[in-house]
Protein backbone atom coordinates (compact mmCIF):
# COMPACT_ATOMS: atom_id res chain seq x y z
CA UNK A 1 0.00 0.00 0.00
CA UNK A 2 1.56 2.85 -0.67
CA UNK A 3 1.53 5.76 2.48
CA UNK A 4 2.04 9.61 3.07
CA UNK A 5 4.30 9.54 6.08
CA UNK A 6 3.40 13.46 7.50
CA UNK A 7 3.21 15.70 10.71
CA UNK A 8 0.19 17.61 10.96
CA UNK A 9 1.54 21.47 11.29
CA UNK A 10 5.02 20.78 9.32
CA UNK A 11 4.96 23.40 6.05
CA UNK A 12 6.93 20.39 3.92
CA UNK A 13 4.34 17.45 4.63
CA UNK A 14 1.65 20.12 4.00
CA UNK A 15 3.13 21.50 0.85
CA UNK A 16 2.57 17.22 0.09
CA UNK A 17 -0.54 16.94 1.02
CA UNK A 18 -1.84 19.92 -0.87
CA UNK A 19 -0.53 19.45 -3.84
CA UNK A 20 -2.38 15.76 -3.86
CA UNK A 21 -5.72 17.76 -2.79
CA UNK A 22 -5.48 19.84 -5.60
CA UNK A 23 -5.18 16.36 -7.84
CA UNK A 24 -7.85 14.86 -5.92
CA UNK A 25 -5.85 12.01 -4.90
CA UNK A 26 -6.25 9.90 -2.06
CA UNK A 27 -3.34 8.64 -0.18
CA UNK A 28 -3.46 7.11 3.26
CA UNK A 29 -1.42 9.35 5.30
CA UNK A 30 0.55 8.17 8.85
CA UNK A 31 1.60 10.57 11.42
CA UNK A 32 5.22 10.84 12.31
CA UNK A 33 5.59 12.74 15.88
CA UNK A 34 7.99 14.61 15.53
CA UNK A 35 7.73 16.45 18.84
CA UNK A 36 8.77 12.81 20.18
CA UNK A 37 11.03 12.66 18.04
CA UNK A 38 9.51 9.48 15.89
CA UNK A 39 11.59 10.72 12.71
CA UNK A 40 15.18 10.06 14.44
CA UNK A 41 13.58 6.39 15.03
CA UNK A 42 15.22 3.35 13.32
CA UNK A 43 12.16 2.53 12.02
CA UNK A 44 11.75 5.53 10.34
CA UNK A 45 15.27 6.46 9.53
CA UNK A 46 14.93 3.18 7.10
CA UNK A 47 12.70 4.89 4.81
CA UNK A 48 14.72 8.52 5.05
CA UNK A 49 18.13 8.81 6.21
CA UNK A 50 18.01 12.31 6.24
CA UNK A 51 15.07 12.12 9.14
CA UNK A 52 12.79 14.28 7.74
CA UNK A 53 8.83 14.32 6.77
CA UNK A 54 7.62 14.28 3.87
CA UNK A 55 8.29 10.21 2.54
CA UNK A 56 6.57 8.36 0.04
CA UNK A 57 6.57 4.87 0.50
CA UNK A 58 5.42 2.94 -2.60
CA UNK A 59 3.58 -0.42 -3.09
CA UNK A 60 7.12 -2.03 -3.62
CA UNK A 61 8.72 -0.18 -0.30
CA UNK A 62 10.47 2.16 -2.32
CA UNK A 63 10.33 5.43 -0.37
CA UNK A 64 10.49 8.97 -2.29
CA UNK A 65 11.65 11.58 0.45
CA UNK A 66 11.11 15.72 -0.53
CA UNK A 67 8.01 17.29 -0.66
CA UNK A 68 9.07 18.53 -4.65
CA UNK A 69 10.10 14.58 -5.76
CA UNK A 70 6.83 13.75 -4.27
CA UNK A 71 4.79 16.22 -5.95
CA UNK A 72 6.55 14.97 -9.06
CA UNK A 73 5.84 11.51 -9.00
CA UNK A 74 2.13 12.26 -8.48
CA UNK A 75 2.14 14.83 -11.14
CA UNK A 76 3.91 11.95 -14.15
CA UNK A 77 1.02 10.09 -12.73
CA UNK A 78 -1.98 12.10 -12.88
CA UNK A 79 -0.74 15.03 -15.16
CA UNK A 80 -4.36 16.68 -14.90
CA UNK A 81 -4.54 18.78 -13.32
CA UNK A 82 -1.18 20.41 -14.55
CA UNK A 83 0.48 21.81 -11.52
CA UNK A 84 3.96 22.01 -13.20
CA UNK A 85 3.56 22.75 -16.55
CA UNK A 86 2.69 21.49 -19.96
CA UNK A 87 5.24 22.46 -22.41
CA UNK A 88 9.19 23.48 -21.79
CA UNK A 89 8.17 26.59 -21.17
CA UNK A 90 5.91 26.31 -18.82
CA UNK A 91 7.31 23.33 -16.51
CA UNK A 92 10.62 25.61 -16.41
CA UNK A 93 8.66 28.63 -15.11
CA UNK A 94 7.21 26.89 -13.05
CA UNK A 95 10.34 24.91 -11.46
CA UNK A 96 12.25 28.69 -11.42
CA UNK A 97 9.48 30.27 -9.64
CA UNK A 98 8.94 27.12 -7.37
CA UNK A 99 12.78 26.69 -6.61
CA UNK A 100 13.34 30.82 -5.81
CA UNK A 101 10.28 30.56 -3.48
CA UNK A 102 11.49 27.80 -1.62
CA UNK A 103 15.39 29.28 -1.25
CA UNK A 104 14.31 32.77 -0.71
CA UNK A 105 11.04 32.39 0.97
CA UNK A 106 10.79 29.03 2.93
CA UNK A 107 14.56 28.39 3.61
CA UNK A 108 14.94 32.28 5.10
CA UNK A 109 11.50 31.50 7.44
CA UNK A 110 13.35 28.04 8.29
CA UNK A 111 16.78 29.45 9.18
CA UNK A 112 14.90 32.11 11.40
CA UNK A 113 12.84 29.66 13.32
CA UNK A 114 15.84 27.27 13.54
CA UNK A 115 17.91 29.33 14.88
CA UNK A 116 15.79 30.93 17.78
CA UNK A 117 13.37 28.04 19.26
CA UNK A 118 14.79 26.40 22.11
CA UNK A 119 13.04 23.41 21.01
CA UNK A 120 15.86 22.88 17.97
CA UNK A 121 18.87 23.77 20.17
CA UNK A 122 21.74 21.52 18.01
CA UNK A 123 19.13 21.02 15.94
CA UNK A 124 19.57 23.90 13.87
CA UNK A 125 19.68 21.97 10.40
CA UNK A 126 16.94 19.44 10.08
CA UNK A 127 18.68 15.81 10.36
CA UNK A 128 20.20 13.15 12.27
CA UNK A 129 23.87 15.22 12.81
CA UNK A 130 23.77 17.63 15.45
CA UNK A 131 24.01 22.09 14.17
CA UNK A 132 24.47 24.28 16.78
CA UNK A 133 22.28 27.16 16.34
CA UNK A 134 23.81 30.87 15.35
CA UNK A 135 22.16 33.89 16.97
CA UNK A 136 22.64 35.95 14.12
CA UNK A 137 21.48 33.72 11.91
CA UNK A 138 18.13 34.09 13.45
CA UNK A 139 18.06 37.60 12.81
CA UNK A 140 19.37 37.17 9.18
CA UNK A 141 16.39 34.70 8.02
CA UNK A 142 13.65 36.67 9.58
CA UNK A 143 15.47 39.88 7.58
CA UNK A 144 16.05 37.35 3.94
CA UNK A 145 12.53 36.59 4.73
CA UNK A 146 10.53 40.33 4.95
CA UNK A 147 12.49 40.68 1.54
CA UNK A 148 10.86 37.86 -0.02
CA UNK A 149 7.89 39.21 0.78
CA UNK A 150 8.43 42.74 -0.53
CA UNK A 151 9.73 40.58 -3.77
CA UNK A 152 6.87 38.08 -4.02
CA UNK A 153 4.52 40.99 -3.73
CA UNK A 154 6.32 42.68 -6.83
CA UNK A 155 5.93 39.21 -8.67
CA UNK A 156 2.45 39.19 -8.18
CA UNK A 157 1.77 42.78 -8.95
CA UNK A 158 3.07 41.40 -12.70
CA UNK A 159 1.41 38.15 -12.70
CA UNK A 160 -1.85 36.88 -10.99
CA UNK A 161 0.23 33.44 -9.47
CA UNK A 162 3.38 33.37 -8.71
CA UNK A 163 4.78 31.11 -11.67
CA UNK A 164 1.98 31.42 -14.40
CA UNK A 165 -1.34 32.61 -15.75
CA UNK A 166 -2.97 29.63 -13.64
CA UNK A 167 -2.47 27.95 -10.49
CA UNK A 168 0.80 25.68 -10.07
CA UNK A 169 2.81 24.40 -7.49
CA UNK A 170 5.12 27.52 -6.88
CA UNK A 171 1.79 28.69 -5.63
CA UNK A 172 1.43 26.02 -3.29
CA UNK A 173 5.22 26.84 -1.97
CA UNK A 174 4.28 30.33 -1.62
CA UNK A 175 1.31 29.77 0.76
CA UNK A 176 2.97 27.45 2.49
CA UNK A 177 5.83 29.75 3.32
CA UNK A 178 3.92 32.59 4.49
CA UNK A 179 1.21 30.44 6.53
CA UNK A 180 5.14 28.82 8.00
CA UNK A 181 5.84 32.43 8.99
CA UNK A 182 2.90 33.35 10.72
CA UNK A 183 3.71 30.75 12.97
CA UNK A 184 7.01 30.12 13.11
CA UNK A 185 8.64 34.03 13.33
CA UNK A 186 4.94 35.78 14.04
CA UNK A 187 5.61 37.65 10.61
CA UNK A 188 2.70 38.95 8.61
CA UNK A 189 2.83 40.22 5.50
CA UNK A 190 2.72 44.25 5.52
CA UNK A 191 -0.78 45.67 4.96
CA UNK A 192 1.05 47.67 1.74
CA UNK A 193 1.46 44.28 -0.05
CA UNK A 194 -1.70 44.33 -1.49
CA UNK A 195 -0.86 42.55 -4.54
CA UNK A 196 0.47 39.30 -2.15
CA UNK A 197 -3.12 39.86 -0.08
CA UNK A 198 -5.06 39.63 -3.05
CA UNK A 199 -3.34 36.70 -4.11
CA UNK A 200 -3.12 35.16 -0.59
CA UNK A 201 -6.84 35.95 -0.31
CA UNK A 202 -7.62 33.77 -3.72
CA UNK A 203 -5.26 30.75 -3.04
CA UNK A 204 -6.05 30.25 0.70
CA UNK A 205 -9.95 29.91 -0.23
CA UNK A 206 -9.28 26.91 -2.15
CA UNK A 207 -10.26 23.59 -0.09
CA UNK A 208 -6.76 22.11 -0.92
CA UNK A 209 -5.68 24.82 1.39
CA UNK A 210 -7.20 22.88 4.61
CA UNK A 211 -5.14 19.98 3.81
N1 LIG B 1 13.35 19.80 1.67
C1 LIG B 1 12.54 18.90 2.45
C2 LIG B 1 12.39 19.46 3.85
C3 LIG B 1 11.87 18.42 4.81
C4 LIG B 1 11.85 18.96 6.23
O1 LIG B 1 12.71 19.73 6.66
N2 LIG B 1 10.83 18.51 6.98
C5 LIG B 1 10.70 18.92 8.35
C6 LIG B 1 9.25 19.22 8.65
S1 LIG B 1 8.69 20.60 7.69
C7 LIG B 1 11.15 17.80 9.25
O2 LIG B 1 10.93 16.64 8.93
N3 LIG B 1 11.80 18.11 10.38
C8 LIG B 1 12.25 17.11 11.27
C9 LIG B 1 13.18 17.68 12.29
O3 LIG B 1 13.23 18.90 12.45
O4 LIG B 1 13.84 16.91 12.96
C10 LIG B 1 11.18 18.69 1.77
O5 LIG B 1 10.75 19.56 1.02
O6 LIG B 1 10.55 17.65 1.97
Redesign the pocket.
Known amino acids: MTVLYS?RG????R?ARIFLAEKGIEVPVQDVD?RDQE?FADEFRRRNRC????VLELDDGTCI????AICLYFETLHPEPALMGTDARSRALVRSWDRWVEMDGYLAV?EGFRNSFAG?KD?AV??PHPVAQIEALAERGAQRYRYFLEDLDARLAESPFVALETFSVADITAMVTVDFARRALEIEPGDNLTHLHRWYGEVSARPSAQA
Do not use: N
Request: charged share 20%; proline share 19%; with cysteine.
Open positions: AAPSPRLQCTVPAESDAFRPG
